[in-house]
């Protein structure tokens, strides 16, 4: 009898232990590990065959945009567990120990796949987040990231200097002599994912690729350094819908040694946005907007100089709907859908006062000073979207970088006073490509894009100035490079041929009929002298229209 009692308790205890043994995941040192966590389920994370000379490891685990729970214990507390898209513990080791365990588990009750890593450090490798004060776990070697429509921040807790396993951790803010945490300085790194690329397998790749120090300095780039008396924190531009990790690496310029803190990366846009999220970043509204914008970029390039007006028309749409479009958005509270159809709108006013003024006028240069203006925003966009534009002198200061900018935009239309037709084609080419541009980065993400969006951000952003504007460049933009210089250069070879032996502009239309009106009063051999003046030509017309019509016949008598 109790043999078959204690069989079933046996099988539910080897039952226990199966599922506990399938919960739990081996991670060795340096070694990348998938990771899969069920609904209501926690895993076991068993680091095992640490060696003697590691005196400290970081465990990382890091998904796409579901959040994950990593904790020392098998139940979250405060303190001593993180939730996050991409998480990281760090652990002291005592001496003796080999093995260490850390749990993951799903706080969305959702299942969560992702990738970890264990990265070992040694006594003498500063410890990342050692030093924090400001975040809840005691060690914390996490990058913390937040971002908006116009930048992308990331912190971190200070690091601390190493010591070895069994020691007392150095105290933090006891001195600043250069045996302590402030002789330590921090390297800021950024890597970007493939451009349109949301994939989980781009990111996890890039991951593995980046997440310790040797694949960050071989594979990112380089961004700035903070020394332990700045702030722990980067400002960077967002570019929604494109992948960056970012990553902060400590160094201790004493021992020669480093660290890594736990890359962090995002596409500053949701996933779980069903409006606007990274799958649908495009609103119709501004596909719509620019792809306008590109046909009649299209039409300026090639025959912008030869219809002048139509011409006008575009040049004064662009100036005044950028104009008002950074009045309205800094002014009100209202949508972007709506905003962009008030400035479409004061476009068109803009575009038909333009031409107008040339028409009632007819003074060229003061609309050429007008088209000058645009190449020139343009040309001073472009020159800020280089390098240039992240010179501390220019980023720091908003008086610099906007007098740099207004000096260069002003110097272009000087060269329209002496040679105004040639300036006029070259405008015609030049925006008329970049509005091409913008057309397919409606469609298509293209970092050229930021050339003017970039100026757009810091005329609406007054934080703006501290965000480093650095833009991925890879093979969808070299292809967009080249297809903006071979529209440029071929509209402007185009109409340079067709209107070299034509008037240099066309004449004011009401100038003109001014003219035309003078001549005809002076001059009596001419038979137009002789017409009668409107008013008594409709007069006459209305009259032949209601007088009776006379019958067809003849009306002399007939001759006998």
Same mark, same amino acid.
């Given at each position: ?73 098998? !139940?979250?507390? +405060? ?16 001496? %003796? ?16 796949? $992702? ?17 924090? !004060? ?106 929604? $819908? +494109? ?53 009649? $970029? ?5 025959? %912008? ?9 575009? !040049? ?37 006062? /333009? ?16 088209? %000058?203006?645009? /190449? ?83 005329? /609406? ?50 100038? !003109?009929?001014? +003219? ?27 009259? +032949? ?12 008598? /007939?001759?006998?």
């Amino acid at each position: 009898m109790s043999r078959w009692i204690w069989r079933p308790l046996l099988l539910l205890l080897l039952r226990e232990v199966e599922a506990q043994v399938e919960n739990r995941v081996i991670f060795l040192p340096g070694t990348f590990q998938n990771v899969s966590v069920s609904q209501n389920e926690t895993v076991q994370a068993v680091v095992s065959r640490i060696p003697v000379e590691v005196a400290f490891i970081t465990l990382q685990f890091h998904t796409q945009h579901h959040n994950a729970t990593l904790s020392y214990t098998r !139940m979250p507390g +405060q303190g001593k567990s993180l939730t996050a898209v991409d998480s990281g513990l760090l652990s002291p080791l005592v001496p %003796g120990q080999a093995s260490l365990s850390l749990f993951l588990s799903s706080p969305d009750g959702d299942t969560v796949a $992702g990738m970890g890593v264990i990265l070992p450090f040694s006594g003498t490798d500063p410890v990342p987040g050692a030093c924090n !004060m400001e975040f809840n776990l005691e060690i914390d070697p996490n990058v913390y990231i937040h971002y908006n429509l116009y930048e992308t921040t990331i912190r971190f807790a200070p690091a601390n200097i190493g010591y070895e396993r069994g020691e007392t951790p150095p105290a933090c803010d006891q001195s600043t002599d250069t045996n302590t945490r402030w002789r330590l300085q921090y390297d800021v790194y950024q890597y970007f994912l493939p451009e349109n690329d949301l994939s989980e397998r781009s990111l996890f790749g890039a991951i593995q690729a980046v997440a310790d120090i040797k694949g960050m300095m071989a594979n990112g780039k380089w961004v700035m350094r903070l020394a332990s008396s700045d702030m722990s924190m980067a400002v960077f531009n967002s570019i929604p $819908g +494109q992948g960056v990790i970012f990553s902060v690496i400590v160094r201790d310029p004493l021992l020669n040694t480093s660290a890594s803190y736990v890359p962090v990366h995002t596409y500053a846009c949701s996933f779980t946005s069903t409006l606007d999220g990274c799958y649908t970043l495009g609103k119709i509204s501004t596909k719509l907007f620019f792809t306008i914008t590109g046909l009649a $970029g299209l039409f300026v390039c090639f025959v %912008g100089h030869r219809y002048f007006k139509c011409e006008l028309f575009c !040049m004064g749409f662009s100036f005044a709907a950028f104009f008002f479009f950074v009045l309205i958005t800094r002014t009100t509270d209202l949508n972007y859908d709506i905003c962009l159809a008030l400035s479409a709108l004061i476009g068109v006013v803009g575009g038909v006062f /333009l031409v107008m003024s040339w028409w009632r006028f007819g003074s060229v240069m003061a609309c050429i000073v007008v088209v %000058g203006l645009m /190449l020139g925003f343009l040309v001073a966009s472009t020159i800020l979207f280089t390098p240039l534009g992240d010179l501390d002198v220019l980023r720091r200061s908003d008086v610099v970088f906007w007098a740099t900018f207004c000096c260069i935009m002003i110097a272009v239309p000087l060269f329209f006073l002496r040679w105004p037709r040639e300036g006029n084609i070259i405008t015609c080419g030049v925006v008329g490509g970049y509005a091409v541009v913008l057309a397919v980065n409606a469609y298509i993400y293209t970092s050229l894009s930021y050339i003017t969006l970039n100026i757009l951000k810091r005329f /609406l952003n007054n934080n703006f100035s501290s965000v480093f504007t650095d833009v991925p460049f890879q093979a969808i933009d070299y292809a967009m490079i080249t297809v903006w210089v071979v529209l440029g250069v071929c509209g402007i070879v185009l109409q340079l041929y067709r209107e070299h032996s034509r008037p240099f502009f066309p004449p004011s239309p009401y100038l !003109m009929w001014l +003219q035309e009106r003078e001549r005809r009063k002076t001059n009596v051999l001419d038979p137009s002298h002789h017409f009668p003046p409107l008013p008594n030509r409709l007069l006459a017309r209305a009259r +032949q229209l209601t007088k009776r019509t006379e019958p067809a016949g003849e009306h002399t008598p /007939l001759l006998l």
